[in-house]
């Protein structure tokens, strides 16, 4: 890292805010972090006595799971608040949520939520610092960042490669998160999907969008997928998952045109036998739990360097 | 008689009677005298050196929320706004609280019309509640004061609905004016495009738009009878109109300031105040509304003027209400198109008084001698900072807010009443 660097941002929005310099930066502390868990006593008092609250308005386990582990290996105080049991069944718009949760004087707010741009509201109300846990089919930064990390520490660098993104591009934050990150650091992304899933714009994006399946794996460095869903509000994308098995799901042999040492990725979870076939998920390719592992390190790092800008 | 007005110096601009000169003109009893008519003792001068005097601007497109949601806007405050704005006539779309879609109604708000400060035309709903299922009393709307049916706001679903309402209301010669979208299509909140990727946000695609507005220009063919689309947003809309026109379809339409300004960047950032329906379109869109204002393709430049609280705009993007308010910025901002050098000041003085009186079979739109004085006194130059504290609207859902704007309506008279004035000392 640059001597002098001072990261900028006190929230956590998404990629597009986030400049090669950021991401690295934030891979390197998440890197020195990892260790953390890896003790037998995983804890250290970095954010003692801060107070970090999980406001999910979407189901959750792995992302939210993942971001309190590591807010408690940093030792800060946190709080679950789940969509069931928040005042959003009672009629209670997001501001005034978000003002309340404020008056109890939170040091961060992790948010989920089901409509794009939630997170970005939610800064102009409350005094806390941000982080985007997902929002709507818009970003999901640290599932883009523990991607990052996963395949620099596998690669051992993050410019020059291939990343094929496979799947339902257009519900897709991940992929859209992991487009943004992974041509800022220099490598190419490569997309690939049934055209009722890929949005327009993508190139302007930075993706480059293929016509076949072969196109985008072959002489990847990473074949990434994602997960699945058959139809949203009755707007008929597929007709069947059976089909997408057939026609897009990530079989050995469709690996097998990519590099030999390629990995496998997946943010999870995983639909095994439709867009990902079980021996692929399971084999020696696959990072998958890698990215699980990651997570927790990536969500560290950003606890730690959005308090340090408070 | 108070309303004896001498309004001087200023650039006479009457499309509709051939005039652009410089001169004073004279109002007698609140109607335009004749030129070289002796001007009385009692008239009060109007000094318009430097400003233009053209016939009252006409927004035929807007939402005065009364009756149902005077939270919003209600008749006098969305005439007052209009007022300020330049212009002297409104017309108001039905979607209220209940729906106008009958005399009752109508009746009431022309009642309420008569303590605003511009006139207020309604227009009646196509069906019955703008349900989309029979058609509305078409008859009893007409002698009640409607000057067209719209169900604006939704589109008209059956094709068979939409033909019986072209024809039935040509039988009382009133305007059927189209909410044009395919409902099936547009599920999203946005214009489908490389912003609505960027900003993860459902996107509605211009065929939409474009799909109905051929549906409408198909049934006006088939019947020979005549219709207007409403707030024309992208370049398909405009070609399917330009060539439908060119066969005699008799098609009129009209585009709003927003459409021509703005394009879907400006809603970066979540800007709730950037969310319509239809949506900001493409830059390639709003360059052929401007060619098509130019051109004559479009007939008229409305506001679609939709007030909104708080209450439905400071909620996330998904949720938030379609519409802005416009009335007060549509003049600057239409004066950016004559800047601008797209259209001449003739062409603007149609597009935002003389064709909507045409479209719509309304009085104005004219300063011929005997004609009621609706008059609006514009200082091309006039520059302002365009803040939530001047804002005359009940509502303060602007995209312009903070914009340096240039050109206002420094007075604004109906019938020789001064509803708005400005002018600087």
């Known amino acids: 890292m640059a001597t002098g660097y001072f990261f900028p941002h006190r929230h956590i929005l998404g990629m597009d805010h986030l400049s090669a310099e950021d991401i690295g930066h934030i891979l390197t502390i998440a890197e020195s972090f990892k260790e953390i868990s890896a003790r037998p006593i995983k804890k250290v008092p970095t954010l003692r006595g801060n107070t970090i609250i999980n406001l999910f308005f979407e189901p959750s386990t792995r992302t939210r799971l993942s971001f309190e582990v590591a807010a408690k290996r940093m030792s800060a105080d946190t709080f679950n608040i789940s969509a069931s049991t928040s005042s959003a069944t009672k009629g209670e718009t997001l501001i005034d949520t978000a003002r309340n949760i404020t008056a109890m004087r939170p040091d961060i707010i992790i948010i989920r939520h089901s409509h794009s741009g939630a997170p970005h509201m939610l800064t102009r109300y409350v005094d806390a610092a941000i982080i985007n846990a997902g929002d709507g089919t818009h970003e999901h930064p640290s599932q883009a960042l523990l991607d990052l990390m996963t395949v620099r520490e596998h690669r051992g660098r993050l410019d020059g490669l291939k990343i094929a993104i496979i799947g339902d591009i257009m519900h897709s934050r991940v992929a859209h998160s992991n487009i943004i990150g992974f041509t800022r650091m220099g490598s190419s992304v490569h997309v690939f999907g049934p055209a009722t899933l890929l949005p327009p714009g993508l190139e302007r994006l930075g993706a480059t969008v293929c016509s076949s399946l072969g196109e985008a794996v072959r002489d990847a460095d990473v074949v990434m997928t994602l997960r699945i869903q058959k139809e949203r509000q009755n707007d008929p994308l597929l007709p069947s998952f059976r089909e997408y098995a057939r026609e897009y799901g990530v079989t050995r042999d469709v690996v097998a045109l990519a590099r030999p040492d390629a990995l496998v990725m997946h943010p999870g979870p995983v639909n095994r036998g439709i867009e990902l076939m079980p021996d692929v998920a399971d084999g020696p390719q696959s990072v998958i739990l890698d990215q699980v592992t990651n997570g927790v390190a990536v969500r560290m790092a950003l606890l730690y360097l959005v308090m340090g800008n408070s | ?425």
């Open chain 2, 1 to 425: 008689m108070a309303d004896n007005w001498l309004i001087k110096n200023g650039r006479i601009i009457d499309p509709k009677n051939g005039i652009d000169r410089q001169g004073d003109l004279l109002v007698l009893e609140g109607r335009i005298a004749a030129e070289q008519t002796p001007v009385p003792a009692s008239a009060r001068v109007i000094e318009a050196s430097g400003c233009w005097v053209v016939p009252g601007l006409i927004d035929m497109h807007v939402h005065l929320r009364e009756p149902g949601e005077e939270y919003k806007e209600d008749i006098v405050s969305g005439t007052r706004a209009a007022a300020a704005g330049g212009f002297t006539a409104v017309v108001c779309m039905p979607n209220t609280r209940p729906v106008n879609d009958c005399a009752a109604v109508t009746a009431m708000i022309l009642e309420r019309a008569r303590q605003g400060s511009a006139r207020v035309y309604p227009v009646g709903a196509i069906s019955s509640g703008s349900r989309g299922r029979k058609l509305a009393e078409y008859g009893e709307l007409k002698e009640a004061g409607a000057v067209g049916v719209s169900d604006d706001g939704l589109p008209v679903r059956d094709s068979q609905l939409m033909r019986r309402a072209l024809e039935y209301a040509g039988d009382f010669g009133l305007a059927v004016i189209s909410h044009s979208e395919d409902p099936s299509l547009s599920t999203g909140v946005m214009n489908e495009g490389e912003v609505a990727t960027r900003l993860g946000l459902k996107g509605i695609p211009a065929a939409a738009e474009a799909i109905m507005v051929y549906r409408e220009i198909a049934l006006a063919e088939q019947t020979g009878q005549r219709v207007h689309i409403a707030h024309v947003s992208t370049a398909m809309s405009v070609e399917l109109i330009r060539a439908a026109r060119a066969r005699g379809v008799r098609v009129s339409a009209e585009t709003t300031p927003h459409y021509f300004t703005l394009t879907d960047e400006a809603v970066e950032g979540y800007n709730t105040n950037a969310k319509m329906n239809p949506p900001l379109r493409s830059a390639r869109d709003r360059e052929a509304i401007r060619e098509a204002l130019a051109d004559g393709t479009l007939d008229a430049i409305a506001t679609d003027h939709a007030p909104h609280s708080s209450l439905e705009k400071e909620v996330e993007f998904d949720l938030a209400a379609n519409g802005i308010i416009g009335l007060e910025t549509s003049l600057p901002l239409s004066l950016a198109l004559v800047r601008d050098g797209l259209i001449d000041a003739r062409r603007l003085v149609e597009l935002m008084s003389t064709g909507p009186a045409a479209i719509l079979g309304l009085p104005g739109g004219s300063l011929g001698a005997g004609e009621a004085a609706d008059i609006t006194v514009i200082d091309p130059d006039q520059t302002f900072t365009y803040t939530e504290d001047q804002v005359v609207s009940k509502s303060r859902n602007s995209p312009f807010l903070g914009w340096r704007l240039q050109g206002r309506a420094v007075l604004t008279m109906v019938g020789g009443r001064v509803t708005h004035d400005c002018r600087q000392a």
